[in-house]
Nanobody, 127 residues
Framework: QVQLVESGGGLVQAGGSIRLSCAASGRTFSRYAMGWFRQVPGKEREFVAVISRSGGRTSYADSVKGRFTISRDNAKNTVYLQMNSLKPEDTAVYYC????????????????????WGQGTQVTVSS
């Protein structure tokens, strides 16, 4: 069982930056690929970014590519999402998720394949 707790959300002006953190419980964090997703009311959960077990591979949604950076610190059981040049359309509840994988390079942006989810943190970008 893995418990995920997001933090770092808040209100930021357009063009600003914010960093989200997701702390995981347990001693097997390095066996999980970690993803960030976001959701606005009335819409499906949307893939944002994913990082492989070792941190050696990453993938991003086109809408955030070049603005967001996902990283992880396996010694601290934490994954981060650095969000720069924020836009009002980035406003959403952001969720981190963990997927148990065999391959150290495995990545997926499919929400249904993730095993554990955090409770979410709200990010609001004002124009």
């Amino acid at each position: 069982q893995v418990q995920l707790v997001e933090s770092g959300g808040g209100l930021v002006q357009a063009g600003g930056s914010i960093r989200l953190s997701c702390a995981a419980s347990g001693r097997t964090f390095s066996r999980y690929a970690m993803g960030w997703f976001r959701q606005v009311p009335g819409k499906e959960r949307e893939f944002v970014a994913v990082i492989s077990r070792s941190g050696g591979r990453t993938s991003y949604a086109d809408s955030v590519k070049g603005r967001f950076t996902i990283s992880r610190d396996n010694a601290k059981n934490t994954v981060y999402l650095q969000m720069n040049s924020l836009k009002p359309e980035d406003t959403a509840v952001y969720y981190c998720a963990a997927r148990l994988v065999e391959s150290p390079l495995s990545l997926t942006g499919v929400a249904a394949l993730y095993d554990y989810w955090g409770q979410g943190t709200q990010v609001t970008v004002s124009s």
